[in-house]
């Protein structure tokens, strides 16, 4: 029953518009949840085939999105950091960003919701194509989604800066007021190091 709760959830923020991201919050692929000018920012680095930024969007991305991005105390940006099978992993972070902003957080949600069911699949791109139906990508625009090296690129080129000048170098990983935290940090930790930077 929780399950279908939180599916229910994902399924109407894909309908909800999110802000649009500010441009001086980084690169150009960046997405933001929350409000531009919230004083606090959160920085995820996270892959859509790890099992552990799956486990963290679906029992700890709540509750901080309901304390403190939805508060207007912090917003969040997710930079997709690709892990192993490479493949699939910049695959469905592509899918994603090909939603409309607006809906990017929802199919993201989706995707992170199922990892296991699609991963798992033995046509895991069959999989997913039915999750971006839900944000109104048709197998065309997945199809074509796919093809764009443009994307591919931005995507690997972001995240080698996260390792390189950032020290990210596995997932997920948070950055909260250029501290870096690594791993699936629980809400109490999250919630501890916002404190501590919002003073």
Known sequence: M???????AVIAALFIAQPAWAADDGYKI???LGRPDAPLTIIEYASTTCSHCAAFHKTTMPKLKAEWIDTGRAKLIFRD???GPQGLSVGASM????AT?????GLLGLIMEHQEKWMGSKNPLAELKKLAMLAGL??????ACLKRQDL?????DR??????KLGVDSTPSFIINGKLMVGAQSFEELDKALKAAKK
Not at 159 to 164: H, I, L, P, Q, R
């Open 81 to 83: 950091f690709p892990t």
């Open 138 to 143: 048709g197998e065309d625009k997945v199809d």
């Open 95 to 98: 899918i994603a960003h090909c």
């Open 2 to 8: 929780k399950s279908l709760t939180r599916l229910l």
């Open 159 to 164: 995240a080698k800066d996260g390792n390189e």
């Open 152 to 156: 591919a690129t931005d995507i690997k």
């Open 30 to 32: 960046d997405q933001v």
């Open 101 to 105: 902003p607006e809906r990017y957080f």
